[in-house]
C-alpha cells in the first residue's frame, strides 16, 4: 500500500500548490490520476481491482454533486476525490470525504474567526436556508469576496493523511 499512497499523496499535494497558486485543479493533473489510479487498481487487484477503482471514482460525484450545485465545493475538489477512489476504492474515498470534511469544518472556523465575521456569515446562511435558496449558489464571489473562501485541496490532503495513519500499518 506504501507506493500507491506515495503516489497519491504527490498528486494531492501537486493539486494543492496549483489551487493555491491559480485557484483551480487542473483536468490533466485529475486526469492523469484517474488513468494511474485505474492502472494501479488494475495490476494490484486484477479486474475486480479495476471495478473496485471505477466505483470509488463514481462515488465522490453522487455523493456531492449537491455541494457542488450550492457552490460549496468546486468542480476540480470533486475530480480530485475521484482520483482518491481511483486508487483505493469507494470504501477508503468515503472515509477520506468524511475526514477531510471535518478538516475543512476546522479550517472554516479558522477563517470565520480570522476575518471577524462568524456572526454575519452564520446569519447569511440560516437566511439562505430559510429562503429557501437551496436551488441557487450559496456563494457568490462577486458578492462575497474571496476572503471567505477555501483552497479544500488543503483539507483534502490532510484528510488523506488522516485516513491512511488511521489504517492497520499506517502510511
Request: aromatic fraction near 10%.
Amino acid at each position: 500500500m506504501i507506493p500507491r499512497t506515495a503516489v497519491l499523496f504527490v498528486f494531492l499535494v501537486s493539486a494543492a500548490v496549483c489551487d493555491l497558486r491559480k485557484r483551480r485543479i487542473p483536468n490533466r493533473l485529475c486526469l492523469c490520476g484517474l488513468i494511474t489510479g485505474l492502472v494501479l487498481q488494475t495490476v494490484f487487484g486484477g479486474g475486480s481491482g479495476a471495478l473496485s477503482g471505477a466505483a470509488g471514482m463514481l462515488v465522490p460525484a453522487v455523493i456531492l454533486f449537491p455541494l457542488f450545485a450550492l457552490g460549496a465545493l468546486g468542480a476540480g475538489d470533486i475530480k480530485l476525490f475521484a482520483v482518491v477512489g481511483s486508487f483505493f476504492g469507494s470504501a477508503f474515498v468515503l472515509r477520506h470525504i468524511a475526514a477531510s470534511m471535518a478538516v475543512g469544518g476546522v479550517c472554516a472556523v479558522g477563517i470565520l474567526v480570522k476575518n471577524r465575521n462568524w456572526k454575519e456569515r452564520i446569519l447569511y446562511f440560516f437566511g439562505y436556508l430559510k429562503a429557501g435558496k437551496g436551488r441557487g449558489k450559496y456563494y457568490d464571489a462577486a458578492r462575497d469576496g474571496r476572503q471567505n473562501t477555501m483552497h479544500f485541496s488543503v483539507p483534502m490532503a490532510l484528510g488523506f493523511l488522516i485516513v491512511v495513519s488511521s489504517m492497520n500499518g499506517g502510511i
